[in-house]
């Protein structure tokens, strides 16, 4: 101790001077102190006394064992019997400390009973008053020691509590709720030999004040203390009396009923099962449900009891739940009786407290808690139907808004609680509740709420049980079908409302679990209403059926089979809704959607009727006017195709099913018409999503009608007398036709429709003609299908020859004659159309008329007039129909017949003839003739482009094409070059002749691009594909602007494509191109592309001529071919690798089409959406169809111009953000599974790419190696290989491994530090991970050279970081900065190449450390390799250098280089950083490397100005600084002898910084304790605790001191409390010491012990947070800890400490200088002191978190004042739960204050 002077009043050295308080407190206590004082003083004997108690205080230092104890022990006891005469013990605070720790239960019995001894021996000499005056000191000691002591000293113990602290009265009332703590473990066993002496012990205590204060302790001591409150029930269950009557229970209880509720609450949710046990006999004991005490509670009040006692049922225990059980349900053993006490007494509370726990769960529990006691609770079913019937509703909405918030975590448990809780809930009672709440719903309040929980029952929780799916859910859908009736018949405008929209929906939903057998019959009732139940409506049965009061009356007509109801209520329904929507023009969008939900819903029930139902079933409905409606509904503009494709469905499938009687039937011909048109309505071309079902539906009504119905109706709107009508009737047809497949024979069943489109090719009106050529174009599917009932009929046998061979001019001419006549006319026209068809076909025909046989007819009757007419069904179409024509040609009438037959002979045969010569042959033309046509026919070309004129566009291009032909045969000299020429020849002779026309250019463009001109597109692509391949290189000009446009409009339809697939706000469907129109503008895209690229120039030539002749040997080898070659020669781009760069328009136009090919190949994937639009299937089509087109051009362009597209692509990757995501999001779509589509394998993809770096980095400069794009730099072919790298698995990892391994090894031999150094690191990293991870790592060779390189590449990165540490800029960087890990992340990255100008330096690509590319990434990178290291070299140093020697060499260069400077840079050694932080974080978890950083970790440990940086930063570096401390055994005991010896051995030092090391050290030590988990230096506390002490003793210093107690914070937050048992009496000592001091001299302002009070309140006001057992016994020393806190009684006087503080330091004047800061005291408490505002279940936190420095002990005024209230109320808010995230901040915020 610091001090050896005998009063209290000096028990410490002299202290800054400063007031007396001994006016401020109790006068009488203080003068009689005084006056005795006064007495002793001037005593020479005493002076002897106190000297010898000195001595005898000094010997305890000298103890080493127990037996030392006794004889210090006899020795004090020996030295105080000498002088009698004194009523004071000097020194007794030192004294008080050595007594209470020689009763430490680690001693022996023994020591225990001398120490007894003494303490009688002072106790009979003090007397009643002074115990009492010194009651803390003594009562420290003696009463935490009752729990531990032996039975032989017990009685001792107890006598003195006795003899000595009864006899005290009233004046133990502030000591009360300790004094019972301590009397409380005596009554752990009933049968024990103290139990009986300490009850009564305990009435007596009782007795010295009031019974009901009394009690109030105890329920304190049941919040605060788990341990006690097993006893303290053993004492209620004998001394509470029961609280039934109506009598005031305040006179047992108190006033504050809230706190005995939470103290049972508080024992009922211990873990102790006895606890719990005792706590509910206490209840049924005394606080019955239906007790005064729980009907006068507050209403908060009862809830937590009912939840604490709810709670019990989840431990799953017999004994627990019924006492529980009795408690709810009263002491009556019937259940009818229980029942009734439960509804009249707990019902309502029950329901209360569990809902309001399901909507607002607390942080404490699970939310699933009140579910699962909700669950527990139905095992009883006298409380289960009581309680499902309140509760189950709120119980599923609660589980609906908590899965609901939760939908993306998918919380399990959850999920689990809903499916228990619906499997354990009687479901008659919870579809009971729904259908009345469903009716509420739907008839009265037009909400949602009960049909929103039903649906998300059924949609989530799994419907297995047979009784609800075979029962309640039939019940529940006939019911509500007929409510739905009625309610849509009244007022169809109802169905409107959101309630029967939902409605709608809940009967989709629970048809899907209804078996129909359940529908056609009615579960059982009871015997009282069996009889009526067969002639009841479906909605009376059901109430019947739950027991509901049905206030209509319940019969109806007759006697309803279930099913038959619901089919006629339906049938009504969708009838009304019909009529509705017609009346008022479909203007209701919610009307017909009800509708259609209605539609579904029955579709279903007939399908399912159609399909198992045996019986047919009657109904009364009339089948016409329900069709007549129906199809009166449909005719309406504003009707949308989903209503009326379910609707004609619908009608298809009653047409068919035989099951129901009336039967429907669609036999009439207006019935038939009105769906056939409306249908054909949908077959427009601006909505392409409907097309597909459209289709679908007609084919189904021409199946079911009668023949040739569906055709005559088609072909009667075709035949409209209006213009209009008839293209949209063409149109339609087309689409009809294109998406019809050919096993339906659309020629021979819809051959009428079809010859009406075929003749409008030959029509006089251009418009008309029009219609039908853009038909032939955009929807022939093939000409073959044209072809067919033209040849059926050109076959037909009435049409007989016979073979004749006939003399003219002496020639025999073979050829054949008709037998007899037909109908010429017919064939006549069938030929003129047969010419039309050809000279429209061209080639196309020609060629898909040569390559398609007959014998894959679908056509039987064909093939049969085939082998009739004696023509083999192998050959071809051609040759069929060249055949046929012959014959005609040939074929002549008999002379008798001739003047009939011969002019439409003539006809016929003409027609042959004009076929012939279009099939075999083409014409010539003048040149002169062209040269004057040309320009004239581009002017009108160029005109009706722009004029919108389409009807002439198509002939004009023919023509042209035959112009352009003609012209360039003439500049070839007649002689036009052949196909296989060579490309050279044709440009050399094409620069003498044709030149383009310079207004050709612009009209091609404009015919594509303009959008009015879309419907000609076709037509001018197949110009621009005929010709420019044509007529090479005379249109080479042409070629490049094209591809251009076409890139713009493939952007456009890819932009209305993805918008068509966007969900539609109103009913319109965007337009979007078909399938047709893509693949169209990508062929073309794909061939411009190609001929773009076969580009020379003179000079090439000739040297390049090889290379040309292997080119096409390399394309048809495909791709397998390109990669068998890959890695021997790269010829077969080198042939165009000299002209390609970015310049060329060729290579610019390839760069266009990749990124738009790119587009597409990204954006157009069909994902399957979950709602059914019927829209889908023609987007799903087009998507999926243009996808794959894409696909076969980018492999087209890729086998030409491999290296080219790979770095486009690699290029557009680069520059596009949403590309880079879609690679990692989507691999099947990204960049990166194109990448894998073009090239086979990955070998060849990382080949390729490490080739197209080596060309950008080699200093070579040979003219092959330069690379084909300027533009892309080999850092964004290093971050595009990275990112290909991580996706591959580790088989194909290590294909790659040796061609990445010799491009690694080549940078890693080069001297300079390249920035390609740390990309190949990067790459390697990535690589090394996957290789690693397979066999293939046992191979030494492989992990040689991952060793090597590895270790040469990071040494390089560490080393460049290392140097460029002398322009620190890298360390000022943000983290987020320097996180960066992609190259477009820095432009600066990107920049060292692309800076640099092509043009200026030949070597452009070459990137090395040049004095020009040094400053464009000097800023960046640095950070970004520091990054790196960080966060991926480190981690994988081990697996990728596997040597330990390696690993530690690798380590220290990284903290040589960059750790160490990065923490010497910084002011304060904890800022360094975060990447720092993140480099020590993973070398902690490498051993070979410990002896590298531990220096650095201890130097940053041990620097001085380490407690300068804030707490927040701290937090980084605490499993840092325990890995040092756990890994180095010398590092503890180190930093102890630091704290105990001065660390300076210089006699000069100045002592004030002696004492501020030393105070360092010791904070030191609070750091590392800190920086442990619970109990981590247990095994260091003995050693801790001497250091402790000793500086305690021996070292005044306030500075040190204020450390001693941050250390004690930190020991009571990491240590179990009762681990500090042996401390407890030092530190109370020292506390004591320091407030009593304050009470006799208040220290002045500005005083250096003024810190020493703040760490010592912070360290007092710790424990109070904590309440820890351990403290309780001893809190009422410092505050008031019984309910005197809060109800104070008028007679109350300040007895603990900081109470007399409060009284003192609120007495104190107020100086001057700190009047303008505030008036009063009211400054410190709203600006410093945080007071808990305690909520519902708030968390215990320190008051004193935010002071840090203290000013005047003026400041502290709010503290000492409210700690007593303050406390009390957390315990009485929190029961028990501490908010330790507050307060382990609190103690870093102390330690890290900036000093």
Not at 1712 to 1717: A, K, L, M, Y
Request: proline share 5%; net charge negative; glycine share 4%.
């Amino acid at each position: 101790m610091s001090s050896k002077s005998p009063a209290i009043a000096q028990t410490s050295t002299a202290r800054t001077p400063g007031t007396n308080a001994a006016a401020v407190l109790d006068p009488t206590k203080l003068s009689a102190r005084e006056k005795l004082h006064q007495t002793y003083a001037s005593d020479p004997k005493y002076k002897k006394y106190t000297q010898q108690v000195e001595k005898c205080l000094n010997a305890f230092d000298n103890v080493h064992e127990w037996a030392d104890c006794i004889a210090f022990l006899k020795q004090l006891l020996k030295t105080f019997q000498s002088y009698m005469q004194f009523k004071e013990i000097p020194y007794k605070l030192i004294v008080a400390k050595r007594l209470a720790q020689c009763l430490n239960p680690a001693l022996p019995t023994g020591v225990h009973q001398r120490a007894l001894d003494v303490y009688t021996h002072i106790l009979s000499v003090l007397g009643t008053e002074g115990l009492k005056r010194d009651l803390p000191l003594w009562s420290s000691g003696l009463f935490p020691f009752f729990e531990y002591a032996a039975t032989s000293v017990k009685p001792i113990l107890l006598t003195i509590y006795d003899t000595h602290y009864l006899p005290l009265q009233a004046g133990l009332r502030p000591v009360m709720k300790s004094f019972i703590l301590a009397l409380l473990p005596g009554l752990e066993e009933e049968t024990g030999e103290f139990f009986e002496k300490v009850l009564s012990l305990l009435d007596r205590l009782s007795g010295t004040v009031s019974s009901v204060f009394f009690i109030q302790n105890i329920w304190l001591i049941m919040i605060t203390m788990s341990s006690a409150r097993g006893t303290a029930l053993n004492f209620l269950s004998r001394r509470l009396p029961g609280l039934h009557a109506d009598e005031d229970i305040t006179q047992i209880i108190g006033r504050d009923i809230g706190l005995m509720i939470r103290a049972f609450a508080a024992a009922l949710e211990d873990d102790n099962l006895l606890v719990r046990r005792g706590a509910l006999d206490i209840l049924l004991q005394s606080m019955r449900i239906d007790s005064a005490a729980i009907k006068r509670a507050h209403s908060e009040d009862a809830v937590i009891l009912m939840r604490a006692a709810t709670g019990v049922v989840l431990r799953r225990d017999l004994s627990l739940n019924r006492r529980l059980y009795t408690w709810l349900l009263g002491p009556d053993e019937k259940s009818d009786n229980q029942t009734v006490f439960l509804r009249q007494h707990a019902l309502q509370l029950l329901k209360t407290t569990l809902k309001d726990e399901m909507f607002a769960p607390s942080g404490e529990y699970s939310e699933s808690r009140p579910f699962k006691i909700f669950i527990s609770l139905l095992d009883k079913w006298e409380i289960g139907s009581a309680l499902t019937d309140v509760l189950v509703l709120d119980a599923f909405k609660a589980i609906r808004f908590l899965m609901q918030r939760d939908a993306e975590e998918h919380n399990e448990d959850m999920s689990m609680t809903a499916s228990t809780l619906y499997e354990a809930v009687e479901p008659s009672i919870l579809w009971k509740q729904l259908l009345a709440a469903i009716m509420k719903d739907l008839t009265e309040d037009s909400k949602t709420g009960a049909i929103d929980l039903t649906l998300f029952l059924l949609r989530s929780l799994p419907m297995q049980d047979d009784e609800v799916r075979s029962i309640h859910l039939p019940v529940m859908f006939a019911a509500i079908t007929e409510v739905l009736q009625r309610e849509i018949n009244n007022d169809p405008y109802k169905a409107a409302k959101a309630s029967v929209r939902e409605c709608l929906a809940l009967q989709e939903e629970i048809f899907q679990h209804i078996p129909l057998e359940s529908l056609s019959q009615r579960p059982g009732l009871n015997a009282a209403l069996q009889t009526s139940a067969s002639s009841l409506s479906s909605l009376a049965f059901a109430y019947a059926f739950y027991g509901l009061e049905f206030t209509e009356s319940n019969l109806s007509s007759e006697l309803l089979n279930p099913l038959m109801a619901v089919l006629e209520h339906m049938f009504c329904t969708s009838q009304a809704l019909s009529r509705s929507i017609s009346a008022q023009q479909g203007s209701s969008i919610e009307l017909r959607a009800a509708l259609s939900q209605v539609l579904r819903v029955l579709s279903g029930v007939i399908s399912t009727v159609d399909r198992s139902c045996d019986a047919t079933l009657s109904l009364s409905w009339k089948p016409s006017e329900w069709l007549y409606s129906t199809l009166d509904c449909l005719d309406l503009e504003a009707v949308n195709f989903t209503l009326v494709d379910q609707a004609v469905s619908l009608i298809l499938s009653l047409h068919g099913t035989q099951k129901l009687s009336p039967k429907l039937s669609m036999d009439k011909r207006p019935v038939v018409s009105r769906m056939v048109k409306k249908l054909f309505r949908y077959l427009h071309a601006d909505l392409a999503t409907c097309h597909v079902r459209a289709v679908n539906l007609i084919w189904s009504i021409e199946s079911t009608s009668r023949p040739h119905e569906v055709e005559s109706i088609i072909a009667q709107s075709m035949c409209s007398p209006e213009s209009r009508n008839v293209y949209e009737a063409h149109e339609a047809f087309g689409v009809l036709w294109r998406l019809s497949e050919d096993d339906s024979l659309p020629g021979v069943r819809l051959k009428v429709p079809l010859m009406i489109v075929l003749e409008s090719l030959k029509h006089d009106d251009p418009s008309l003609r029009r219609v039908g050529e853009t038909w032939m174009r955009c929807n022939l599917r093939s000409y073959i299908r044209v072809l067919e009932p033209v040849l059926r009929d050109l076959l037909d046998p009435s049409i007989r020859r016979v073979s004749r061979v006939s003399r003219v001019s002496g020639k025999e001419i073979r050829g054949f004659v008709y037998e007899r006549s037909f109908d010429q006319r017919y064939v006549a026209h069938l030929l003129e159309i047969l010419l039309s068809i050809v000279q429209f076909g061209g080639q196309g025909f020609s060629k898909s008329a040569r390559g398609t046989f007959l014998r894959r007819s679908y056509d039987h009757v064909l093939l049969q007039r085939l082998s009739l007419a004696g023509i083999d069904a192998n050959t071809s179409y051609l040759d069929v129909l060249i055949e046929v024509l012959s014959r005609f040609l040939q074929s002549e009438p008999k002379d008798q017949d001739a003047p009939v037959m011969q002019p439409l002979n003539t006809v016929i045969q003409s027609s042959a003839i004009d076929l012939l010569q279009a099939i075999v042959a083409r014409g010539e033309i003048e040149m002169l003739a062209v040269e004057i046509l040309e320009p004239a026919v581009i002017g009108k070309l160029f005109l009706c482009v722009h004029l919108h004129r389409l009807d002439l566009q198509n002939k004009l291009l023919r023509f042209l094409h035959s112009i352009i032909s003609a012209s360039t045969s003439y500049a070839y000299n007649g002689n036009p070059p052949p196909e296989d020429r060579s490309a050279e020849g044709s440009q050399e002779s094409g620069k003498r002749g044709y030149t383009v026309n310079s207004l050709l250019t612009q009209t091609i463009i404009d015919g594509i691009a303009i959008p009015r001109n879309r419907p000609m597109m076709q037509h001018w692509l197949d110009f621009v594909l005929m010709a420019v391949p044509q007529f090479q290189p005379a249109l080479q000009s042409v070629i490049s602007p094209i591809a251009d446009c076409l890139c713009r409009q493939l952007r456009l339809l890819l932009s209305d494509a993805l918008k068509a697939n966007q969900p539609m706000a109103n009913e319109r469907y965007p337009r979007v191109a078909t399938d047709a129109e893509f693949v169209m503008v990508l062929n073309a895209l794909e061939r411009l592309l190609v001929l773009g690229l076969t580009q020379k120039s003179d000079a090439n030539s000739q040297e390049d001529d090889t290379p040309v002749q292997e080119k096409p040997g390399a394309e048809s080898g495909g791709i397998l071919g390109y990669v068998s070659n890959v890695f021997t020669t790269d010829n077969a781009s080198a042939a165009v690798g000299d002209q390609l760069t970015s310049h060329s328009p060729g290579y610019k136009s390839l760069h266009d089409g990749i990124r738009v090919l790119l587009a597409m190949w990204v954006n157009m994937v069909w994902h399957d959406t979950t709602s059914p639009r019927p829209e889908a299937d023609s987007l799903s089509m087009i998507y999926n169809r243009t996808h794959a087109r894409c696909r076969r051009v980018l492999e087209h362009l890729f086998r030409a111009h491999p290296t080219e597209v790979l770095e486009s692509v690699i290029e557009c990757w680069d520059h596009d953000a949403l590309l880079r995501s879609k690679s990692s999001d989507q691999p099947a779509t990204g960049v990166f599974g194109l990448v894998d589509v073009l090239i086979a394998n990955a070998q060849s993809a990382v080949h390729m790419i490490c080739d197209s770096i080596s060309a950008r980095i080699s200093n070579t400069s040979e003219r092959s190696r330069r690379p084909a794009n300027a533009n892309l730099s080999d850092v964004v072919l290093f971050n595009f290989l990275e990112q290909y790298l991580q996706r591959l698995e580790g088989p194909l990892a290590l294909q790659v491994w040796g061609r990445f391994m010799q491009l690694a090894k080549d940078l890693a031999s080069s001297r300079d530090f390249k920035i390609q150094v740390f990309l190949a690191l990067k790459c390697l990293c990535v690589l090394g991970d996957k290789v690693t991870q397979t066999t293939a790592i046992d191979d030494k060779r492989i992990r040689k050279d991952l060793q090597e390189t590895f270790g040469k590449l990071l040494d390089a990165c560490v080393t460049f970081v290392g140097k460029s540490t002398d322009q620190p800029n890298w360390m000022r960087r943000t983290t987020k900065e320097s996180m960066v890990t992609n190259g477009r992340s820095s432009p600066a990255l990107r920049g060292g190449v692309s800076d640099l100008k092509v043009d200026e330096k030949p070597d452009s690509s070459i990137v090395t450390l040049s004095d020009n590319a040094k400053p464009t990434w000097g800023a960046e990178l640095p950070s970004q390799i520091t990054a790196f290291i960080a966060l991926t070299a480190v981690p994988e140093l081990r697996r990728f250098l596997m040597d330990n020697d390696k690993v530690a060499s690798a380590c220290s260069n990284i903290v040589y280089y960059i750790v160490s400077p990065g923490i010497k840079m910084k002011a304060r050694p904890l800022d360094a950083d975060e990447v720092v932080v993140d480099i020590f974080r993973e070398m902690i978890k490498i051993p070979p490397a410990m002896k590298v950083w531990r220096v650095a970790v201890i130097d940053v440990l041990y620097d001085h100005r380490i407690f300068n940086s804030n707490s927040s930063v701290a937090t980084k570096w605490k499993p840092i600084i325990k890995a040092v401390f756990d890994g180095d055994k010398t590092s503890f005991p180190d930093l102890l002898s630091r704290v105990a010896t001065s660390p300076s051995a210089n006699i000069f030092t100045n002592r004030e910084h002696e004492m501020l090391l030393r105070s360092l050290n010791l904070r030191r030590l609070a750091l590392v304790l800190f920086t442990g988990e619970k109990n981590h230096f247990l095994t260091q506390l003995p050693a801790i605790q001497e250091k402790l002490v000793d500086i305690l003793r021996n070292v005044p210093s306030p500075i040190v001191q204020c450390e001693v107690y941050l250390c004690i914070r930190v020991l009571l937050c990491r240590l179990a409390a009762h681990s500090m048992t042996s401390f407890w009496p030092v530190i109370l000592t020292e506390l004591y010491r320091i407030f009593e001091q304050i009470i006799v001299s208040i220290p002045s302002d500005g005083s250096e012990d003024l810190q020493l009070i703040l760490s010592a309140s912070k360290c007092l006001d710790l424990l109070l947070t904590l309440q820890t057992e351990e403290f309780q016994i001893h809190q009422w020393i410092f505050i008031t800890d019984t309910v005197d806190a809060v109800f104070r009684p008028d007679d109350w006087s300040p007895e603990s400490i900081f109470d007399q503080l409060a009284e003192v330091v609120g007495s104190l004047p107020i100086p001057e200088p700190r009047e303008p800061q505030g008036i009063g005291l009211s400054l410190p408490t709203s600006t410093s002191l945080t007071f808990p505002t305690h909520s519902d279940r708030a968390l215990r936190k320190p008051i004193l978190k935010s002071i840090h420095q203290l000013d005047s002990i003026r400041d502290l005024f709010p503290f000492f004042s409210h700690v007593s209230i303050s406390s009390y109320e957390s315990v009485y808010a929190s029961s028990g739960n501490i908010d330790w995230e507050a307060v382990e901040q609190g103690i870093l915020d102390d330690m890290f204050d900036g000093r």
